[in-house]
């Protein structure tokens, strides 16, 4: 590849990122053709890393306390497309190319509750049994 | 207007969201047309509550420890389209109409710097000077 060795592109990167208290950044996935927001999920330094080096989207699980490579599981990866940062440095936008469905509700989109006049309502049908998604 | 009494429609969307530690929910802002996105920032239950009953996006400020309506001081409002609740019901998504830049810098939208392989490459041109924003 033409351009910085990745491990010097990384290290733009982490210096550009402030980390919270955590260590964590939140890191927004939108696809990039569609402009779909997809979710939001959180990076520390060695997802971000993980993401850059790969090309496939790692986050850090909250719950799980360990690297989460989106879709070893459920076959359901994120290509990165275009790696972007806030102005303040605290928040990622990653434009992805999702494969299949982001939510594992076996949505394409995690955003699928709408509060509107009428009440909540749901906007997007579930494309995928989850049951499949993981092997239940 | 039709439909639920804003009271218990703030009452629905307060019960499926999943305020952190300390009171506050991430909220992605996304201008509805276009789909870009646009900035993410933070809404404590006030926030919240004020952005679904007054139409406008207001925001908690971290830094100013204070409710933060978005545009109050530079005009740069969020008219608010749709207000949608991910799975989890810990992120926020925003579709606005977003008056005028989003950025304090100046810029539409906060995610303006791209990691490349050529290096942090600036997308996004500064459309109006920050100190006429803010009367600097």
Redesign the interface.
């Known amino acids: 590849?033409?351009?910085?060795p990745m491990t010097a592109?990384e290290d733009?990167?982490i210096a550009?990122v402030k980390f919270d208290a955590n260590g964590l950044v939140?890191a927004?996935a939108?696809q990039h053709d569609?402009?779909?927001?997809l979710?939001?999920a959180w990076m520390n330094e060695d997802a971000l890393r993980m993401t850059?080096a790969r090309g496939e989207v790692v986050y850090w699980s909250r719950s799980r306390r360990g690297l989460w490579h989106k879709g070893e599981t459920s076959g359901q990866t994120q290509k990165l497309v275009?790696?972007?940062?806030?102005?303040?440095g605290d928040?990622l936008?990653l434009l992805v190319d999702q494969i299949g469905v982001a939510?594992?509700?076996g949505?394409r989109t995690?955003?699928?509750?709408?509060?509107?006049?009428?009440?909540?309502t749901e906007?997007e049908p579930v494309l995928v049994d989850p049951g499949q998604l993981y092997g239940g």
Chains 1, 2 share one sequence.
Not at 1 to 4: A, D, L, P, S, T
Not at 34 to 37: I, K, S
Not at 113 to 120: I, S
């Open positions: 590849m033409k351009g910085k592109l733009d990167a550009l939140p927004i939108q569609t402009g779909e927001v979710m939001m850059l275009d790696f972007r940062i806030d102005c303040d928040t936008l939510c594992n509700t949505r995690c955003f699928f509750r709408a509060v509107r006049p009428e009440g909540v906007t």
